[in-house]
Each structure stands twice: as structure tokens, then as C-alpha cells.
């Protein structure tokens, strides 16, 4: 059974820059969440989705968005990207967004110079 | 809100030393309860789990006891390895109108041969 697959691995961008991350999870699990890490902020929420509504949102800023795909994979953006904007992406899923807590994607790194 | 406090690491043992690595939240309810473990360069992976008081999780030798009255999920191993050094993390889920999981700052565990 494959795990939560995100794309790319890696990532550089320039200040400015807009990227799309990309996350395929888990056959069959309907809820897809986000989470930015960084050395500083640790592991933060940024969203959730299921069935392709947005359930729950962090407190990023709307530089910030996502969504999801009527197959369950989902996408986030950033635009106008900071410095700060460096970190680890993280895509997770779950069946229903359970409380039985998630699978966990091998992230993005994002790194913006 | 709710939070999740860990203690701070780094954590260093010898091999086949006994490990406690501490962790108590904050929440109204009665959330579920989990630890993650996040190994170099990659995503984190679920260890453990508990949805209740007095409830139990183990996996791989670890052990975390769910208690209310001290609402704290400690983890233990009687016996750690070297393929054991990674960073732990605790984390809780209410299962109310939000299914976000929110972490503590990571407890980095170094085991020397």
C-alpha cells in the first residue's frame, strides 16, 4: 500500500517567487492536512482539507492556500515568497480526519534564497 | 488553547538504557493523544496512540500511558538502541471541529553504542 507521496523532495526559489507543492495520499483517505517546520516555530497546522473543502486553517498569511482535488490529492501555494518561507512541508492524510491522527508524507523542502 | 509541552532535549543514553521522555498538554475535553517519530531527512511517522483516559499505546517497545489527572503521555523504553536516536515528538488531536494536531517543540534523542 503506497504511504503519502509529496512532490518535489526539494526545492529552491528565489524571494518573489511563487511554488506549488504537490501531495497524492494515501488510497482511499479523504482528508488531507498541512504542516510548515521550521528549527524556530516547530511543527505549525497550516490547513485541512476534505472532500475538497477547506475544514480548518492555520494562522499563516494568505500568501498561503491550498486545495483539494476531487481524487483527494491536494496542492498548496505560495506566493510572493519570503525568506522565512524556508522550511519543511509536510502533508498528511487520514480515512475521514479521524481522530486515530495521521499519515505523514516525507515533506518538501523548501528553501528560498 | 490548547498546547503540548515536551521536555528539552537533546536526550543522550547509552544503549540499553531506560528512556522517559516527558510531555503534558493542555485541552478542554478529553483529546487523543499521540507521539510521532521523525528520523533524519524525513517525514514523521506514528509510534503511538490514545484516545482515552487509562488507555495504553505501545509499539516497538515504546510505552505511553494516557493520564487525565496529571494530563501527561510520557514515553518509555526499558531497553533503547542506537536505531532508536531520532526526534520525538507528543502531539494532540480534539476531534471537535477541529482535527488539527498540535505538537510539541520535539525532544531530540541520541543513543551511543
Known amino acids: 500500500k503506497a504511504g503519502v507521496t509529496q512532490t518535489p523532495r526539494y526545492l529552491i526559489k528565489t524571494r518573489g517567487q511563487q511554488v506549488t507543492l504537490s501531495c497524492s495520499p494515501i488510497?482511499?483517505?479523504?482528508?488531507v492536512s498541512w504542516y510548515q517546520q521550521t528549527p524556530g516555530q516547530g511543527l505549525q497546522f497550516l490547513f485541512e482539507y476534505f472532500s475538497e473543502t477547506q475544514r480548518n486553517k492555520g494562522n499563516f498569511p494568505g500568501r498561503f492556500s491550498g486545495r483539494q482535488f476531487s481524487n483527494s490529492r491536494s496542492e498548496m501555494n505560495v506566493s510572493t515568497l519570503e525568506l522565512g518561507d524556508s522550511a519543511l512541508y509536510l502533508c498528511a492524510s487520514s480515512l475521514a480526519g479521524t481522530v486515530d491522527g495521521y499519515t505523514f508524507g516525507s515533506g518538501t523542502r523548501l528553501t528560498v534564497v | 488553547g490548547d498546547s503540548v509541552t515536551q521536555m528539552e532535549g537533546p536526550v543522550t543514553l547509552s544503549e540499553e538504557a531506560f528512556l522517559t521522555i516527558n510531555c503534558t498538554y493542555t485541552?478542554?475535553?478529553?483529546?487523543?493523544l499521540f507521539w510521532y517519530v521523525q528520523y533524519p531527512g524525513e517525514g514523521l511517522q506514528l509510534l503511538l496512540k490514545?484516545?482515552?483516559?487509562?488507555d495504553k499505546g505501545s509499539n516497538k517497545g515504546f510505552e505511553a500511558t494516557y493520564r487525565k489527572e496529571t494530563t501527561s503521555f510520557h514515553l518509555e523504553k526499558g531497553s533503547v538502541q542506537v536505531s532508536d536516536s531520532a526526534v520525538y515528538f507528543c502531539a494532540l488531536q480534539r476531534g471537535d471541529s477541529s482535527y488539527k494536531l498540535i505538537f510539541g517543540s520535539g525532544t531530540r534523542l541520541l543513543v551511543r553504542p
Open positions: 490514545a484516545t482515552k483516559a487509562d
Open positions: 485541552a478542554t475535553g478529553y483529546p487523543s
Open positions: 488510497s482511499g483517505h479523504r482528508s
